[in-house]
């Protein structure tokens, strides 16, 4: 089943207009829901996946502009954009890439979701081997996290390194790992700690099987059908969320790589040119390397072309080498300003 399934002779408004004017719609007046769109099937597969382990708690699933669990509440938001095929190109568009807009990628994000779902169904976070294997759920989110991609004492699910950021993501990670079908855990996580957090999460779902959750509310949070903003404006203020501020720290990196030009008459190609030249192929390079959001990436690799221009650089030598030695620059400066300044967006 395709991304473009919708409802039967179901149109919108908006779907004939260009992006320009897609902007100016309201998100309240876009009309999207989850019935009879691909995203169906991959919340029904979700549920068999529960179903499967008597996990009889039944989660809730609505449209808002963000993935999240609202705490107390074992229900799931998606993104409003994964409704339309028009709204996932507009997402990329504007922000470089979806989240969640492979059959794939959406069913880890759905399964790290249900993560913290059945963890408000069944309050997880008060019993007390949880919080000795997983941390305290008060624990404050922090404004940016520093992950160690060498450590084994974490699962990995999402990019980023995301079980790192908080007790609660390390549990909805774990849970995501263990929900997987078909995937042998014990094999892949052999020899790690990690491994410890998913025996327990395995005894405790075999415990939970079959057992109705203490928490049922229904409430659906910050829906799409209620917001007056603009996509314009939904946009405007997502972007600025990943903004990276101007720096010459790349100026030391840059000089080692590449040429100073030699005087005005100099024929080499200007650096800034052959980064615009390669900017799509080394974003998309690190982006798979390091699970990195594109936009991010796009605007350390923005910072560094205009580092290149004002220093006046050039590239000389093979141009594959080239490539290759910036996209491990990029992925450096691009996990340093993982590392020390990214703003917390919890999921």
Not at 256 to 281: K, M
């Amino acid at each position: 089943m395709g991304l473009n399934r919708q409802i039967d002779g179901q149109r919108y408004p908006w779907e004939h207009m260009t992006q320009r004017q897609l902007l100016s719609v309201r998100l309240c007046d876009l009309g999207v829901s989850i019935e009879g769109t691909w995203l169906e099937e991959r919340i029904e597969r979700v549920q068999d996946e529960l179903a499967q382990r008597d996990l009889r708690f039944n989660p809730h699933f609505w449209l808002s502009d963000e993935w999240f669990s609202p705490t107390g509440v074992p229900g799931v938001a998606l993104p409003f954009y994964l409704a339309h095929p028009k709204l996932i190109r507009l997402e990329r568009s504007q922000m470089l890439e979806a989240e969640g807009a492979t059959p794939e990628s959406c069913l880890q994000l759905l399964r790290h979701e249900l993560g913290h779902a059945i963890q408000h169904a069944f309050n997880l976070q008060r019993r007390h081997e949880w919080q000795r294997r997983f941390g305290k759920a008060s624990t404050a989110y922090p404004e940016a996290y520093r992950p160690n991609p060498a450590s084994r004492r974490f699962v990995q699910n999402l990019p980023a390194w995301y079980a790192q950021s908080h007790p609660e993501e390390d549990f909805a990670e774990t849970f995501a790992v263990w929900l997987r079908p078909r995937y042998n855990w014990r094999r892949r996580y052999r020899g790690w700690p990690a491994l410890r957090k998913l025996e327990y999460v395995d005894r405790l779902m075999k415990e939970l099987a079959g057992q109705r959750p203490r928490v049922r509310r229904t409430a659906r949070p910050s829906p799409v059908s209620r917001e007056r903003m603009t996509l314009g404006e939904y946009y405007q203020r997502k972007r600025a969320h990943y903004a990276v501020g101007f720096t010459d720290a790349y100026d030391r990196d840059l000089k080692r790589l590449f040429t100073e030009a030699e005087g005005i008459r100099d024929r080499r190609e200007p650096a800034a040119s052959f980064l615009r030249r390669h900017r799509r192929e080394i974003r998309g390079m690190v982006a798979r390397w390091t699970g990195e959001y594109q936009l991010t990436l796009n605007q350390v690799l923005e910072q560094m072309i205009g580092r290149c221009k004002q220093l006046r650089l050039v590239a000389d030598g093979p141009e594959r080498n080239l490539v290759l030695d910036f996209a491990i620059m990029l992925t450096v400066h691009g996990m340093n300003y993982l590392y020390r300044g990214r703003e917390w967006h919890a999921m």
